[in-house]
């Protein structure tokens, strides 16, 4: 199955850029994804292609106007798509949620810009996505992270073993990883990693994976785990 993506932005070369390179490029290549850029300025309204007005009330910047931003999504939109609205107070991205997209057969993202969209947008998503409690800029950034999270799950795109030993996979963080050279500066690898028994490697790792979660993310973890 090949999972179809469409972006509607009015910055498309945000999207195209990192989209072409590395593995989300390579995922494309294989026909394991087929991504979209749409312009909403396309559906923009008048001869100047209006995308944006004042707020109702009053109040500082511009909101994106309901029309062109639902021409846009109903122009792609199909009984299996899922269209994700990136916003500050949605929902916050997490690993289980790419996990769950990356099942899906068609994603569409809209990416705000200026102060937001027209409240009335929200009627036609069926989700609400936000990487963190920040706000940036436009919701590009944020559809990217949230792509990009979601290709690298996809079957084949990448080592099924780097997926399931990496951070947030089994609600941990990831164990530490080294490589050569044995020794740098007084730091060295522990002997563990090199003795060769696969099992107590496998022990050692998932007790870093333990002890660095409830150090740096107790949040992630039970009560009853977290001491």
Known sequence: MTLEIDVLTLFPAMIEGPLSQSIPGRIQEQGLATIRIHDLREFGLGRHKSVDDTPYGGGAGM????????????????PESTVILLDPGGEVFRH????????????????????????????????????????????????????????????????????AEESFSAGLLEYPQYTRPP???????????????????????????GDRTRQR?????????RS
């Open 183 to 209: 020794s740098f500066r007084g730091m060295d690898v522990p002997e563990i990693l090199t003795s060769g028994d696969h099992g107590a490697v496998a022990r050692w790792r998932a007790d870093q994976a």
């Open 96 to 163: 289980d949620r790419a996990a769950d997209l990356s099942l899906r057969h068609h994603l569409v993202f809209v990416c705000p810009r200026y102060e937001g969209v027209d409240e009335r947008v929200r009627a036609f998503v069926d989700l609400e996505l936000s990487i963190g409690d920040y706000v940036v800029t436009g919701g590009e950034l944020p559809a990217l992270v949230v792509i990009d999270a979601v290709l690298r799950l996809l079957p084949g795109a990448i080592d099924a073993l780097s997926t």
């Open 63 to 78: 909101i994106m106007r309901v029309e062109p931003v639902v021409a846009a999504i109903e122009s792609v939109r199909r």
């Open 217 to 225: 993310r107790p949040d992630l973890l039970s009560p009853e785990d």
